[in-house]
């Protein structure tokens, strides 16, 4: 039997365990044909067979991202990109050389700026005045938990001194009330009725952007955490999907996680079913389906937002009476958990504080009571800090832990924004990730991206050593216990976020009959030390057995696509 595509001379990671040498695959009619002993290969070889000769590197399945926010990402590419800033003046300066290339915009959007690059986390107004006084700017933060303002964006807006914090935000002020120029959480929401709605062109140019930098770090599919909704500046990529989808554009498979929008009722899950229903009688689920719900439990750790069982410290050490936000009551959420999960939809969790943690275990279980088991595979995301006492749940409960692992490491936004304001011995619960393996959690994993880097080689670099590649003489987050091993940590990206997709019957793994969607990696990750991990890099990405990604300097002499051109994107901050 000839094949179309065999790859030859390498290793092969199958999606679990160690991996297996000395093997050949086959590909024909974009579908893994056949496994065979390398001694085998030649007989699939025919006259029209492209061999790839692995050369030693490793053949894996393509990752898949759990947790991404690729049309904002994408677009924010487009628009002022802050991300490559490396401190605050240089984004000052970047705001000030994209207003000046762009003349003809009327507000300045974008985002990408790090907290890290700003006393207390909170850029002020006047840095944006002082190049930009009469043009409105609004810019969200890297982790889009923050937005960024001039003082002409905060008039327009009609924010001043007497305008009340929202119930879900925060916004900096000046000694007289005055908006300082930072607006947490909900409160970027302020500025929703006059600063310009997305272009639906705009969206569809984000996504075919963001996908041509997915496929380049060897990414096949993924779950976007925020469809058919709108929030943190990031407009609706729904019908950016449906174009693509319609015009044979989309080459990754896509999970969309439908917005459960936290101000609502429990009137939002008829509508959601519908538009999963609706979206799956276009005949495209295997590309596209919107069976999931993303419910932000919480907010984030470096603004004091994150939903925490004990209170948050000041800059003296001193208890606070602030422990972070709930963003949706945790009556309600049991109530919607239940309805969601008998209506067959999958809920996708934001819970990065240990109580908005327990608020979502808590509505898994009463889930669980009221519907029996079910098939919905739910996730929480994040998990930056996890009770002891509840890391045993998510077995229990079969719920899933997305991790973004690249955030599990000592860098300026935890040490200096988030550990100095917890309580004493929180480092050791950051990031529990060997806890939860130890207890039985099933694992998945994602990025977040344009919150950090969408490379799922740095965050598993991340994930085996907790310590970021500039910083090998450092201790790693939250002590040695949390690690995980190789294959874990290559499992979570790969059939344990097609498990999460439902996507595991054919993707996710390299067996036969399963979709040739494939990653090739050099150096073999596995042959490394864990310390030069980072090293390991794609080298080509193969989408139902077509090479979609190839790296200039890889050997492409059969017809292989040319390589696309990746753009630098920052690590591992958020």
């Not at 969408?454 to 050593?465: E, F, G, N």
């Not at 976020?497 to 494939?518: M, P």
């Given at each position: 039997m000839a094949v179309d595509v065999l790859f030859t001379g390498g290793s092969v990671f199958t999606g679990s365990?160690?991996?297996?040498?000395?093997?050949?695959?086959?590909?024909?009619?974009?579908?893994?044909?056949?496994?065979?002993?390398?001694?085998?290969?030649?007989?699939?070889?025919?006259p029209d067979t492209r061999v790839v000769e692995l050369d030693g590197a490793l053949l894996a399945p393509g990752f898949q991202d759990a947790h991404i926010h690729p049309v904002g990402g994408g677009v924010e590419l487009l628009q002022?990109?802050?991300?490559?800033?490396?401190?605050?003046?240089?984004?000052?300066?970047?705001?000030?050389?994209?207003?000046?290339?762009?003349?003809?915009?009327?507000?300045?959007?974008?985002?990408?700026w790090s907290m890290d690059h700003f006393a207390g986390g909170a850029p002020d107004r006047g840095l944006l005045d002082a190049v930009l006084p009469d043009r409105p700017v609004l810019l969200m933060s890297r982790d889009h938990h923050s937005a960024w303002a001039n003082t002409a964006a905060i008039r327009l807006a009609g924010i001043d001194a007497a305008t009340p914090d929202p119930a879900d935000g925060r916004?900096?002020?000046?000694?007289?009330?005055?908006?300082?120029?930072?607006f947490h959480e909900g409160s970027s929401e302020l500025f929703a009725e006059v600063r310009p709605a997305g272009s639906e062109e705009l969206s569809y140019r984000g996504l075919l952007r963001a996908q041509e930098l997915l496929l380049s770090l060897g990414i096949t599919g993924w779950q976007d955490a925020l469809v058919a909704g709108e929030s943190a500046g990031i407009s609706d990529p729904t019908g950016a999907y449906l174009r693509a989808v319609d015009e044979?554009?989309?080459?990754?498979?896509?999970?969309?996680?439908?917005?459960?929008?936290?101000?609502?009722?429990?009137?939002?899950?008829?509508?959601?079913?519908?538009?999963?229903?609706?979206?799956?009688?276009?005949?495209?689920?295997?590309?596209?389906?919107?069976?999931?719900?993303?419910?932000?439990?919480?907010?984030?750790?470096?603004?004091?937002?994150?939903?925490?069982?004990?209170?948050?410290?000041?800059?003296?050490?001193?208890?606070?009476?602030?422990?972070?936000?709930?963003?949706?009551?945790?009556?309600?959420?049991?109530?919607?958990?239940?309805?969601?999960?008998?209506?067959?939809?999958?809920?996708?969790f934001h819970a990065l504080g240990d109580r908005a943690v327990r608020e979502a275990?808590?509505?898994?279980?009463?889930?669980?009571?009221?519907?029996?088991?079910?098939?919905?595979?739910?996730?929480?995301?994040?998990?930056?800090?996890?009770?002891?006492?509840?890391?045993?749940?998510?077995?229990?409960?079969?719920?899933?832990?997305?991790?973004?692992?690249?955030?599990?490491?000592?860098?300026?936004?935890?040490?200096?924004?988030?550990?100095?304001?917890?309580?004493?011995?929180a480092e050791a619960r950051q990031y529990p990730f060997g806890d939860l393996v130890r207890d039985g959690a099933r694992l998945a994993a994602g990025s977040d991206w344009p919150v950090s880097s969408?490379?799922?080689?740095?965050?598993?670099?991340?994930?085996?050593?907790r310590i970021a590649p500039d910083l090998v003489d450092g201790e790693p987050l939250g002590g040695a216990h949390q690690r995980l091993d190789l294959e874990t940590a290559m499992a979570a990206y790969t059939s344990g976020?097609?498990?999460?997709?439902?996507?595991?019957?054919?993707?996710?793994?390299?067996?036969?009959?399963?979709?040739?969607?494939?990653v090739v990696i050099e150096p073999d990750p596995f042959t490394l030390p864990d310390e030069e991990l980072y090293r390991a890099a794609v080298t080509s990405t193969w989408i139902e057995g077509e090479a979609v990604y190839v790296r200039s300097d890889a050997e492409h002499g059969d017809g292989v696509a040319d390589a696309v051109p990746t753009p630098g994107i920052p690590t591992p901050t958020r």
């Open positions: 365990a160690s991996p297996l040498r000395g093997l050949a695959v086959g590909v024909s009619n974009g579908r893994i044909a056949a496994i065979v002993p390398e001694q085998d290969a030649a007989s699939l070889v025919g002022c990109d802050l991300s490559g800033a490396t401190d605050a003046a240089d984004a000052v300066a970047t705001v000030a050389a994209y207003a000046a290339a762009n003349p003809e915009e009327p507000w300045i959007l974008g985002g990408g916004i900096e002020r000046e000694a007289d009330g005055t908006p300082a120029g930072t044979g554009t989309l080459r990754a498979h896509v999970v969309g996680a439908q917005w459960w929008e936290r101000s609502g009722g429990l009137d939002q899950v008829e509508g959601m079913v519908r538009l999963r229903d609706r979206i799956a009688q276009r005949g495209h689920e295997e590309r596209l389906s919107f069976g999931t719900v993303k419910i932000m439990v919480d907010g984030v750790a470096e603004n004091q937002t994150a939903a925490m069982l004990t209170p948050y410290r000041d800059a003296h050490g001193h208890d606070t009476a602030n422990r972070g936000i709930s963003f949706v009551d945790p009556t309600l959420l049991r109530t919607a958990v239940e309805e969601l999960d008998a209506a067959g939809m999958q809920v996708h275990l808590d509505a898994i279980e009463s889930a669980r009571a009221k519907n029996g088991a079910s098939d919905g595979r739910h996730h929480l995301a994040h998990l930056q800090v996890v009770a002891e006492a509840d890391t045993t749940r998510f077995a229990e409960l079969d719920a899933v832990a997305n991790l973004q692992a690249l955030w599990a490491t000592h860098e300026t936004q935890i040490d200096v924004l988030t550990l100095p304001f917890l309580q004493d011995g969408a490379d799922p080689l740095a965050a598993i670099h991340i994930a085996v050593t976020s097609a498990y999460v997709n439902h996507r595991d019957h054919d993707t996710g793994y390299v067996r036969e009959g399963y979709l040739a969607n494939l």
